[in-house]
């Protein structure tokens, strides 16, 4: 991984993805103290320094944490809610039996249907 995590949480998305831009969007919003750095995965230079291969990025946000722990897709809901002032409360949805589960099959299912470029390539 990065021999420096980052300062502060940072989240890498498909800037490409307007689903994605709308996510980021209302996660800025929330973030009123701004705790959280917002990179796109086209921001080579900045993402190349996580060390994250890109077809991972494109398949699934990735929150990295200063502390090097890196959470991808719906791995990073419940960190990303903990961090956002006033969200935290709804992290504890995750430790419900089954819905981490169901969390990750969402996500998959919402991320093979967005649309959007990589260098490219339209992934599916």
């Known amino acids: 991984m ?5 300062i502060r949480p940072t989240l890498i998305y498909d800037g490409e993805c307007g689903f994605c831009r709308a996510a980021i969007e209302r996660v800025r919003r929330w973030d009123r103290e701004r705790r959280l750095a917002t990179i796109p ?6 993402v190349a320094a ?3 291969p890109l077809a991972a990025l494109a398949a699934a946000m990735h929150l990295i944490l200063p502390d090097g722990r890196v959470f991808a897709g719906a791995d990073a809901a419940p960190e990303l809610l903990r961090l956002l002032p006033g969200k935290g409360w709804l992290a504890w949805l995750w430790r ?3 819905v ?3 969390a990750r099959r969402v996500y998959a299912r919402i991320a093979a249907r967005r649309r ?6 339209t992934l599916e």
């Open 2 to 6: 990065r021999a420096d995590p980052p």
């Open 41 to 46: 995965l086209q921001d080579g230079a900045r």
């Open 50 to 52: 996580f060390g994250i």
């Open 96 to 98: 419900l039996p089954g």
């Open 100 to 102: 981490p589960a169901l």
């Open 116 to 121: 959007c470029l990589v260098r490219g390539h």
